[in-house]
């Protein structure tokens, strides 16, 4: 999710793209990607680009305000144990 967060609004990154970047298996990345798709965090599009099947996600609204809240409810969790905000 931090991943896809990072893109501008509205960008899609391909299957085999993230695949590389994160080092996963496709079997791993499908199955993650699949269940952030049910929670509507994640739209994937599947298409052909030179006649060769291709795999396109998007992060949604709703996957970007869950990713900001679970951040925020992570900083939380660390001022409440005494750790300093980390500099931004």
Known sequence: ????????????????ALQRDLSLT????SRHLGKLEEAGYLEIDKGYEKRRPRTW???TGTGRD???GHLAALEEIA????????ER
Not at 1 to 13: D, K
Request: proline fraction near 0%; glycine fraction near 14%.
């Open 57 to 59: 996600i998007t992060i």
């Open 1 to 16: 999710m931090a991943y896809l967060a990072g893109l501008e609004s509205g960008a899609q990154v391909e299957f085999g």
């Open 26 to 29: 496709e079997g791993n990345l």
């Open 79 to 86: 001022r409440q144990a005494g750790f300093a905000e980390a």
């Open 66 to 68: 869950a990713l900001t």
